[in-house]
């Protein structure tokens, strides 16, 4: 609750989302072999007034994601940071238009793979747990572009800052968001 909590920690947490979510975005177009001299650099500007050892944590969990294998392909330089999309989404027989900002997709020989960057201060520890609104976000995406590439796979993924927490949507999961939005 915003109310108990401590606002400095609470504060660190989202500048901390933003500055993994920033180097997420900038650090794939970087060799791999200077990544970690450019995550340094840009830590010691943008959280200057960090502890060292804060900034250092920030670092590696940047690193230890670029270097995770089930990403590689995603970080590859052909994939796409930013991406706005919109479209029209059916749901119990009305249309509703959406749009929004994908915040890394991959477009592989196989499939497409949507990546979303969370900032929680919990980060859930299994798919069950893991927020509504976060897999129904991903649902929406996968939907639209869905018409896009109608012959390849279109897999979920999200990223949680706080922890370098990966996870990749069920089937199951996506589809049962998708349903819990017809309820709403």
Not at 160 to 178: F, K, R
């Amino acid at each position: 609750s915003p109310l108990f909590s401590d606002p400095e920690s609470n504060d660190r947490s989202l500048e901390k989302g933003r500055l993994i979510h920033r180097m997420l975005q900038a650090l794939p177009d970087i060799p791999a072999e200077e990544r970690a001299e450019a995550a340094k650099r840009y830590a010691e500007r943008a959280a200057r007034f960090w502890p060292a050892a804060e900034r250092q944590v920030l670092i590696d969990s940047v690193l230890k994601l670029l270097q995770d294998q089930r990403l590689h392909a995603v970080f590859a330089v052909h994939a796409q940071a930013e991406i706005s999309i919109m479209g029209t989404l059916t749901l119990e027989g009305r249309e509703y238009a959406v749009s929004g900002r994908i915040d890394r997709l991959a477009v592989l020989s196989d499939s497409v793979v949507i990546l979303d960057y969370k900032t929680n201060r919990v980060p859930p520890a299994s798919e069950e747990t893991i927020p509504f609104s976060h897999k129904a976000q991903l649902a929406i995406y996968r939907e639209i572009l869905k018409p896009l590439y109608p012959a390849m796979r279109i897999d979920c993924m999200l990223i949680y800052t706080e922890n370098a927490t990966i996870h990749i949507l069920s089937e199951q999961a996506l589809a049962s968001a998708l349903a819990g939005l017809n309820t709403k």
